[in-house]
Every structure is written in structure tokens, then in C-alpha cells.
């Protein structure tokens, strides 16, 4: 989230301020939380890609009321089906969200509020429990491929990269995702499925302003232009260096550099 951006939004209307941690890099939270302040609003943060990146310290999901993390098998912490989990320091918010995920019903049985079925099942739970051991191991080397990226394709002009690893000591980044900015980028992508390369466009490269049939009839261009130049380069835990090295070959003889 632009943090600058945040008081121009601002309306009678406006409750709440939700930055999402895009990428397993936490925003401006201290900005974020001033700006909440001044304006008496709450915060609650998307962390859904963000478990253990941290800014100044204190990690993604414990700045606002609520944040939630996402155990989707494509997050770094990712189950077999689908899960996740809400993170609150608030009684009234923990008690509510416990009821909801579980059909409105309490411990002893009495249903007091209208609920969902939410529930992480006991399989998903034993496979996040396996995965957690090696968490810090996971995001050691999704740090260590950042780099390998960063070094191996920085410099290319036009090419547009995520700050390195403790670049700003301010900020943990866990590499969610590698992605970059890139001058044709549609050309790349093809050039580089044909060196056997796989790599991915967020939501088709496509804003959620932009799906119309839910009636938005906003105009973006700074967002909407920052997804038709954005490309996902792999980043997984099976990803070999010399791999990586590869990727940046290909990527460098794309742009001739």
C-alpha cells in the first residue's frame, strides 16, 4: 500500500485501512498506523503472504485490531487443501471469529450467532505442524534464491527488481513471490516457456477494478499498468542454484544485455 496515497482516499465513509503484505514484504506500517490514527480508523491487515516477514522487527499481522495468513499450498507455509488462520490481540474480535468459523457455536454446545464452517480439518493441521519445524530453513532459502536472482539479472535496463535481501534494515522479506517488473513482458514470458521456463501472471494481469461484471467502473492507470509490465519468476523449494542461474541467462539474452 502507498502510504502517501492513503489520506486522498479518505471519506465520511471510511472505517478501516487494510494493507495487504504483497509478496512477503511488509508496507509502511508506521506511516499506515499514524495516518489510522489521526483519522480515528481501524487497521487490519492481509498478511496472507507475509507469515514472518517482519518491519522494524514486529512481524506482518500484529500492527492493526487483526490480520490474517493465508495456508493456501502456494504460500510458503502452504497445507495439502486449503486453510488459514486470523491473528488478533482484540477478546471481543478472538471470541466472535471463534464462534463464526465453527457455525456459531460456543464450547458448550449453544449456537448464538449466525456461523460458517471454517474449521481446519486435523489432516491439514498435522501437515502444517510438519512443515512449521522447518519454517525458518524454508524462508532461509527463499532468501538466499532472492539473491541469486537479484544478482544474477540486476542492472538489465528497464528490468525493474525487488529490493535485495537487508537492503533496508527496516524490513524482513520472506519472497512470497519473485516478482519483477519487465519491458515486454508477454514476449518474455513466451520466450522463456520456450527455454522450458515456467513463470506466472497474476490474476491474468488484470486489477480487481478491472473484472467489471462486479461493477466497478473505476480507472487505475498506475495500478492497472504496473500489472501488465509484472511477471512471477520461479521461486520454490525443489529450485536448484544452477536452475536460477539459467533463469537469469535466458533473461539477460532476452534483453541482449
Known sequence: ????SIERAITPKTKVIMPTQLNGRVADMDSILTIADKYGLQVYEDSAQALGAKYKGRSAGSFGLGGCISFYPAKV???FGDGGAILTNDVGIYNTVKLMRDHGRSEDGNVSIWGYNSRLDNLQAAILNYFFDDYEKIIGRRREIATLYYNGINGIDGVILPPTVNSDIDHFDIFQNYEVEVPNRDE????????????LIQWGSKVVHEFKDLGFTQSMPFTENIMRISLLLPLNMSITDDEVDYVCQCIRGFYND
Open 77 to 79: 507455509l502452504g497445507c
Open 1 to 4: 500500500m502507498d502510504a502517501v
Open 188 to 199: 518474455l514470458k513466451e520466450y522463456l516457456s520456450n527455454k522450458g521456463i515456467g513463470t
